[in-house]
């Protein structure tokens, strides 16, 4: 009994680890069948984030020019730097300028004495000038600014005067003159009265005139109607059908529908002033160069600095507008360069 148990048993253990074989061989065969797995496919790169740029340090704005800059002198240059102000105040509103127009040698008069930062001359400074600025400690830059001429004007009612001389210019506004009557110039002429019209004594117009006509400055005849504002001199010529006088180019351009300019013969035969003529100086003696003269100390505050420097930048396009004749461009650029490094 025992041994047919020991036999069954056998038997059966035999018949297991028969099966175990199989399952392991067959286990080992599908593994060898099966795919082997696949690559892990790689990452993607991730970008490099840079950092936010910094934030540029706040700029602190320029101050607002502000203060008062007072001009007085010539009113020939008047209109120029008029138009150069009122362009100026559009930019900088907070600054006050005021121009005078009480001529040359009445601006200079102030100018020497430190009442003004800037003056308008329609010729240079005299050496007494300059002498009476140096004793109040003044000194100074000088500026050409634009060129002009003199303008010679009748009432346009007058038909009979085609031209005057040099010569006959001298006979009607020298000292003590004595031509009071158109026929004394020229027979052919009518008897009528001259009634003259100029520049006051201060005027630049006025040293100019008489140093180029008469050869010696402030050599003039004192019985007319005398005027710093050309304006109202042109008013007065042009109501008078008898009357002659002068003053700039540019006051005639703004009333020559009610004057009429004269050509002045010096001995070429005679020549209208224009923009032309006065530019090539072929209108002579009559054409001459306009200043303005700037105080160094005045010039060391930030508004009057740069309304010079706006005034050089400025010129080349206003001077034309206000019927002037401006100078070379390399001119202005030169000024500009020399006082504030272009």
Not at 2 to 18: D, E, F, G, P, Y
Not at 136 to 146: G, K, P, Q
Not at 240 to 267: C, E, T, V, W
Request: proline letters at 9%; charged letters at 25%; one cysteine or more.
């Amino acid at each position: 009994m025992q041994a047919n148990v020991r036999k069954r048993c056998k038997t059966r253990s035999k018949w297991i680890i028969l099966a175990m074989a199989g399952l392991l061989s067959l286990a080992l065969s599908l593994a060898a069948c099966a795919p082997a797995p696949a690559a892990p496919e790689p990452a993607e790169p991730v970008p490099a984030v840079e950092p936010p740029p910094a934030e540029p340090a706040p700029v602190e704005p320029a101050p607002e020019l502000s203060g008062t800059i007072v001009i007085d002198g010539s009113s020939t240059v008047y209109p120029i730097s008029e138009a150069v102000a009122e362009e100026f105040r559009k930019v900088h509103p907070k600054v006050e300028v005021t121009i005078g127009v009480s001529g040359t040698g009445g601006g200079f008069k102030r100018f020497a004495v430190g009442e003004t930062d800037i003056n308008n001359a329609s010729r240079p400074i005299k050496d007494s000038e300059a002498e009476e600025a140096a004793a109040n400690d003044i000194e100074f830059i000088e500026l050409e600014v634009a060129f002009d001429g003199i303008a010679v004007m009748v009432n346009p009612q007058n038909t009979w005067v085609d031209y005057l001389t040099v010569e006959e210019l001298k006979k009607i506004w020298e000292p003590e003159s004595t031509i009071n009557r158109w026929n004394q110039i020229r027979p052919e002429w009518p008897d009528e009265p001259i009634r003259l019209y100029g520049p006051g004594t201060e005027s630049g117009t006025f040293d100019y005139f008489t140093e180029e006509i008469m050869g010696e400055e402030d050599a003039s005849r004192t019985d007319y109607t005398a005027s710093e504002d050309d304006h109202i001199l042109a008013v007065g010529i042009a109501e008078d059908k008898n009357a002659h006088g002068y003053f700039g180019y540019a006051y005639y351009a703004a009333n020559k529908d009610r004057l009429r300019l004269i050509p002045i013969d010096s001995g070429q035969g005679p020549v209208l002033p224009s923009v032309q003529t006065i530019n090539d100086g072929t209108y002579s003696p009559l054409s001459r160069p306009l200043f303005i003269y700037v105080s160094t100390k005045a010039l060391e505050r930030p508004e009057v600095q740069e309304f010079v420097r706006f005034y050089l930048e400025k010129a080349p396009v206003l001077v034309p507008e206000v019927g002037y004749v401006a100078l070379p461009q390399a001119d202005y650029d030169a000024a500009l360069q020399q006082y504030f490094g272009g």
